[in-house]
């Protein structure tokens, strides 16, 4: 039988702190990489570009569920994706309190020009890494963000 690991409950000595600078340093990461090749974005918009390419026309509260972001830091997100261009709030032709969100063709442009760059970044993140080190990083990660849902 498997018997868990115990440290004291020091949030210092736990993997808080490791699981948020990891994210925090990947986004800083991703933004100046996408910087060095005059590409004004983040990894959020990148995210939503990339769930936008694979669906597009989604509706804007569905979007908040799929990307795990509330409606208000959605809203603020897509602002700023339309000031850019990247993508387009439309009016639903039925519902016309219901707003679904398109990639515009100038969002799909830069999504295609950005995902040879997301790939180097990743590329970069898991240098040295095993694949069975990847494999089992993410599956501890899924074990703690299943602890953490509520």
Known sequence: MHKEFQLP????????????????LMSIFMKETFAKH?????????????????????????????TERNKGSLARLINTMEKKNFVARIMDTEDKRINRVHLTAHGQ??????????????????????????????????????????
Do not use: Y
């Open 9 to 24: 409950l020091d949030f210092a000595s736990s993997v808080a702190p490791w699981v948020g600078k990891t994210a925090k």
């Open 38 to 66: 005059a590409i004004d974005m983040t990894k959020e918009q990148f995210i939503l570009l990339k769930v936008l390419n694979d669906q597009n026309g989604v509706i804007q509260k569905d979007l908040a569920f799929i």
């Open 109 to 150: 442009k830069i999504f295609l020009q950005t995902q040879p760059i997301v790939q180097t970044c990743i590329k970069q993140a898991q240098e040295g890494l095993t694949e069975e080190e990847i494999k089992t990083t993410i599956a501890v990660l899924e074990k703690i963000q299943k602890n953490l849902q509520l």
